[in-house]
């Protein structure tokens, strides 16, 4: 099994949980890699910048399935999610649904 990157599930999430908080604004910038995360906590609006070098220390932890990450301002839980996509293909579409019927001549 292979041990789990903060960097690489960053780049790939849709949403995060810091704290308890859900943060669906933040930016992870490439040089230097930095994280940025900003949330409402009520009315108080909430950033934390995370340097390289604690995306890089960062730990995991697989029972909760989030990430320790060390701030400034001491430690902070991170959890990645990530949406749901669904496909608007029609494929299929020529086939009749089950219930629909074929009116009688």
């Known amino acids: 099994m292979t041990t789990p990157n903060l960097l690489t599930q960053l780049q790939d999430a849709d949403m995060l949980l810091i704290d308890g908080l859900h943060a669906w604004q933040f930016e992870l910038s490439e040089a230097p890699a930095q994280l940025r995360v900003e949330c409402m906590d009520g009315r108080e609006r909430r950033v934390w910048v995370f340097a390289a070098a604690a995306l890089a220390a960062a730990s995991h932890d697989a ?43």
């Not at 959890?79 to 009688?104: H, K, M, R």
């Open 63 to 105: 029972a909760t399935d989030c990430w320790r990450i060390e701030g400034a301002d001491g430690q902070h839980e991170l959890v990645i999610l990530s949406g749901i996509t669904a496909s608007n293909d029609d494929d299929g579409e020529d086939e009749p649904a089950a219930n629909d019927e074929t009116p009688a001549d």
